[in-house]
């Protein structure tokens, strides 16, 4: 359980790739997945009803002249999770900007597609089933015949990117859309006048996979394949801990178990300090402003709201 959900946490910190993601499997014509059997995703609302806190978890930090919310997201969700009112919705709709990890914009959205693909592609005359061994190849290729794609559909991509791909199907097919992530929901409240700003670059994101060692992104496919049948339920529980604004119980799931400090450094520990201090130089600005990062940075040890305090900063929760 504990493989399984490190490679939930990474597959969630993915950012960018959730969005992505399917659009890039259309480009290269994959078919349709088979049909499941399992319980709809739809159910995970039902399973998680709120705590007094009102909803997913909201936090601000203000001086005289500059307000700034934190917001925790899931970047694909089940259709119809109502999670968009209360503070969330007063807190956006009192903001003169919305910040989010990378622009996603529709003409932004094309370029991301473009640098990922250009990441992702391993060299000509190489492909993923000729990097793993026999025992690696068969867990892999009972996974994709599992989700209704042949064997070789990702063979022209490294392995980082068919992992995250193989994870994320078996979401898409049980409900789960990039479509009705936190993000998009946003976006689209926001309007197309309010001011928009991101935290990081499209290709510092993929870099942070695309630079994994060889055998580290092996291990990370490996792992998600041996357990593709799983995601659901394990996404399921993080969504609901989301749902319910329990942010302990989420970094439990999470990010305590990301047991390789190298992968926890470069997706959470390395980038939450960044964006610290992103927000302690805007603390200087006048303003209002609402930042949406993936909840997991919002959560547990090394969190960005810990790195804010440690800079003097006090946080409150909202929501």
């Known amino acids: 359980m504990t493989n399984l959900k490190s490679r939930i946490a990474c597959t969630a910190s993915a950012l960018a790739m959730l969005f992505t993601l399917p659009a890039c499997a259309q480009t290269q014509q994959l078919p349709t997945p088979v049909e499941s059997t399992r319980v709809a995703a739809e159910t995970v609302e039902m399973a998680a009803p709120e705590k007094a806190t009102g909803g997913p978890a909201l936090w601000q930090l203000a001086d005289e002249d500059t307000t700034i919310y934190l917001f925790g997201t899931v970047h ?33 959205e094309a370029q991301t597609q473009q640098i990922v693909m250009s990441k992702a592609l391993l060299p000509a005359g190489t492909t993923l089933r000729s990097m793993l061994d026999d025992k690696q190849k068969a867990s892999y290729d009972e996974a994709m015949t599992k989700i209704g794609l042949p064997v070789q559909a990702f063979d022209q991509f490294e392995p980082w990117f068919a992992a995250i791909n193989l994870a994320m199907m078996p979401l898409l097919k049980e409900g789960y859309d990039p479509n009705a992530g936190v993000e998009k929901i946003l976006e689209g409240k926001a309007g197309p006048d309010m001011a928009r700003g991101e935290l990081e670059t499209v290709e510092f994101q993929m870099s942070v996979f695309d630079e994994l060692p060889v055998e580290s992104q092996i291990k990370f496919l490996v792992e998600t394949a041996e357990n593709v049948d799983n995601m659901k339920s ?53 303003g209002t402003i609402f930042i949406a990062v993936g909840a997991g940075h919002l959560a547990g040890d090394k969190s960005v709201q810990e790195m804010l305090t440690t800079r003097g900063f006090t946080i409150t929760r909202v929501q």
């Open 76 to 108: 694909a969700l089940p259709k119809d999770v109502d999670w968009y009112k209360g503070d969330v919705a007063d807190a956006l709709g009192s903001s003169e900007k919305l910040i989010t990890e990378i622009m996603m914009t529709p003409g932004a």
């Open 234 to 286: 394990m996404l399921d529980a993080m969504v609901a801990e989301w749902i319910e604004g329990d942010a302990d119980a989420l970094a439990a799931l999470m990010n305590d178990s990301m047991t390789d400090p190298v992968i926890a450094d470069r997706l959470l520990y390395a980038r939450n300090s960044n964006w610290a201090e992103w927000i302690d130089n805007r603390m200087d600005q006048p």
